[in-house]
């Protein structure tokens, strides 16, 4: 069965204090694998997509990279505004283009 | 501007009611989702439609039925409403077929069953 587990489920860093939040997946074949942002109250705001192992993407302070098993996303000297849940999702081959599967979260509190 | 919006943001309802959460999407998407989300923040995909035709219907209860007049709008409906529907749901829209696609999500709905 495909699946996504994620973790830690809640991360406290201080501000500056790199850290990396982690995705493993089982699936048959990947089409995709996102990570995603989410605030408090709002819906999830898109980060990355990556599709094939040993890729990597970078925006600002976040870096993710992407083996056959997992993924991480890499927080470098992160800031306040950093704290969210980030979700880590795969869109499995074996499902057509339509069907995306969730990870439960990381919650992330950075401290000033 | 919106590129995909909710109504309403909150839904407080009691048991047994009828109610209708609608979804417009403004991105020129051809593909949208319902997802619910959880107290622990699971998000879980219900149903997807492309092209206004259902593609993904997983194991949601009948009491649910997903409505989409055109490419840009996609309504859920939901029957004789119970405690367990509590939760947030979010509409999703994507772009193209066969290959990944990142989906952008609207604000959500949170739907509250006493």
């Known amino acids: 069965e495909d699946q996504v587990t994620q973790s830690p489920e809640a991360l406290r860093l201080q501000e500056g204090e790199s850290s990396s939040l982690n995705c493993s997946y089982t699936?048959?074949?990947?089409?995709?694998l996102f990570w995603y942002r989410q605030d408090p109250g709002k819906g999830p705001e898109f980060l990355f997509t990556?599709?094939?192992a040993g890729e990597e993407k970078e925006k600002e302070r976040l870096k993710a990279t992407l083996t056959k098993k997992e993924s991480f996303l890499h927080i470098t000297a992160p800031k306040p505004e950093d704290s969210a849940t980030y979700l880590c999702?795969?869109?499995?081959?074996?499902?057509?283009?339509?069907?995306?599967?969730f990870g439960t979260g990381t919650r992330l509190k950075v401290l000033a | 501007d919106t590129a995909v919006s909710q109504t309403p943001k909150y839904l407080v309802t009691q048991m047994g009611n009828d109610k209708s959460i609608k979804c417009e999407q403004n991105?020129?998407?051809?593909?949208m989702y319902w997802y619910k989300q959880d107290s622990k923040k699971f998000l879980k995909i219900m149903f997807s439609?492309?092209?206004?035709?259902?593609?993904i219907n997983e194991t949601v209860p009948n009491r649910f039925s997903p409505k989409s007049p055109d490419k840009a709008h996609l309504n859920l409906h939901i029957n004789s409403l119970e405690l367990g529907d509590s939760a947030v749901y979010f509409c999703?829209?994507?772009?193209?077929?066969?290959?990944?696609?990142?989906?952008?999500f609207g604000p959500g709905t949170r739907l509250t069953v006493l």
């Open positions: 990556l599709y094939s």
């Open positions: 699936v048959s074949g990947l089409r995709g």
């Open positions: 999702a795969v869109q499995p081959t074996t499902s057509g283009t339509y069907k995306y599967i």
């Open positions: 439609y492309n092209n206004k035709e259902l593609i």
């Open positions: 999703a829209s994507s772009q193209g077929s066969g290959g990944a696609r990142e989906q952008f």
């Open positions: 991105l020129g998407h051809d593909t």
